[in-house]
């Protein structure tokens, strides 16, 4: 799927690297950099492709994805917000299936910055009667990919950039930097805790209340491993359907989840508190690093 995509035919070229394009019935920014490509939706104003050159793809994207309006696509870093799960309909919020402002597409031989902004309308207010602003920036280069969202408005909400990595093989992945405490949302909603290393092993979603500030994801198959770094987080959520559910699934294939596993920077157990002065941040950074 994300190979597709940078053969897509190009609808506007907005730069020597970026060009928008159209699946389906989405439009996608496509960066095509010399030391690395990466592909955003706008609706959701959501990663769904990030790849150094000469290394295995760092983001997950289903193959069975929809490209659809008000959809949400199934894999990528989607926006949770202003809600994360089931708080509020829809699940994890309507951010990740709203349309984004492209507002900026900047580049240099080292790095792409890709700026995006979204803000209430009629259709949210329906579902949300707040005014706010959010502000999604991403510094994509070869060495490491960040995105923050920047959240403004008198409002108090939680969020997830809910990340989905591409591994060689789920049951071999672990993951590091998770602390010991967490909340099973499988078992419905027990506390539980763990010693050492989280490994995916079935169905895993987990809320981890009291997380490092980093996180390492090990993958023997591909022989990397990615150090996740997260900022404005209280909490970490692992996520991996496992076969049962996975096959139930219409937007991943039946193996869908044997090659991806979701870590994810959240604000779910202390919700953000801003004002249209004092706005809050949520941010992750990853670096691929060498085996």
Same mark, same amino acid.
Request: charged share 20%; with cysteine.
């Given at each position: 799927? +994300?190979?597709?995509?940078?053969?897509?035919?190009?609808?506007?070229?907005?730069?020597?690297?970026?060009?928008?394009?159209?699946?389906?019935?989405?439009?996608?920014?496509?960066?095509?950099?010399?030391?690395?490509?990466?592909?955003?939706?706008?609706?959701?104003?959501? *990663?769904?492709?990030?790849?150094?050159?000469?290394?295995?793809?760092?983001?997950?994207?289903?193959?069975?994805?929809?490209?659809?309006?008000?959809?949400?696509?199934?894999?990528?870093?989607?926006?949770?917000?202003?809600?994360?799960?089931?708080?509020?309909?829809?699940? %994890?919020?309507?951010?990740?299936?709203?349309?984004?402002?492209?507002?900026?597409?900047?580049?240099?031989?080292?790095?792409?910055?890709?700026?995006?902004?979204?803000?209430?309308?009629?259709?949210? %207010?329906?579902?949300?009667?707040?005014?706010?602003?959010?502000? *999604?920036?991403?510094?994509?280069?070869?060495?490491?990919?960040?995105?923050?969202?920047?959240?403004?408005?008198?409002?108090?909400?939680?969020?997830? *950039?809910?990340?989905?990595?591409?591994?060689?093989?789920?049951?071999?992945?672990?993951?590091?930097? *998770?602390?010991?405490?967490?909340?099973?949302?499988?078992?419905?909603?027990?506390?539980?805790?763990?010693?050492?290393?989280?490994?995916? +092993?079935?169905?895993?979603?987990?809320?981890?209340? %009291?997380?490092?500030?980093?996180?390492?994801?090990?993958?023997?198959?591909?022989?990397?491993?990615?150090?996740?770094? %997260?900022?404005?987080?209280?909490?970490?959520?692992?996520?991996?359907?496992?076969?049962?559910?996975?096959?139930?699934?219409?937007?991943?294939?039946?193996?869908?989840?044997?090659?991806?596993?979701?870590?994810?920077?959240?604000?779910?157990?202390?919700?953000?508190?801003?004002?249209?002065?004092?706005?809050?941040?949520?941010?992750?950074?990853?670096?691929?690093?060498?085996?």
């Amino acid at each position: 799927m +994300q190979s597709s995509l940078f053969t897509l035919p190009i609808s506007e070229q907005l730069s020597p690297f970026c060009s928008l394009r159209r699946q389906g019935e989405l439009t996608l920014l496509i960066i095509e950099h010399t030391e690395f490509r990466a592909a955003f939706s706008l609706q959701g104003g959501q *990663l769904i492709a990030w790849q150094p050159n000469n290394q295995p793809a760092v983001i997950w994207l289903s193959d069975q994805t929809e490209f659809t309006q008000g959809k949400a696509i199934r894999g990528g870093i989607p926006i949770c917000w202003p809600w994360f799960g089931p708080a509020g309909k829809p699940s %994890h919020g309507f951010a990740r299936t709203s349309e984004w402002q492209l507002i900026n597409c900047e580049e240099s031989a080292q790095q792409v910055k890709v700026t995006m902004r979204l803000t209430a309308t009629p259709e949210t %207010h329906k579902i949300w009667p707040h005014d706010f602003e959010l502000t *999604l920036v991403a510094l994509l280069s070869a060495e490491s990919s960040r995105i923050t969202l920047r959240i403004t408005g008198n409002i108090e909400t939680t969020a997830a *950039l809910h990340s989905y990595f591409h591994v060689g093989d789920s049951e071999t992945a672990r993951v590091s930097g *998770l602390g010991e405490y967490y909340i099973d949302k499988v078992k419905g909603n027990t506390l539980a805790s763990q010693q050492g290393e989280q490994t995916y +092993q079935g169905e895993v979603d987990r809320i981890f209340t %009291h997380p490092a500030a980093e996180s390492l994801l090990k993958d023997p198959q591909l022989k990397r491993a990615l150090k996740i770094e %997260h900022e404005g987080l209280s909490d970490v959520v692992t996520w991996n359907p496992g076969a049962t559910l996975c096959h139930s699934m219409a937007d991943m294939s039946d193996d869908g989840y044997k090659t991806m596993v979701c870590v994810e920077t959240a604000r779910i157990s202390q919700p953000f508190v801003t004002t249209t002065t004092t706005p809050a941040e949520l941010t992750v950074t990853i670096t691929p690093l060498p085996w």
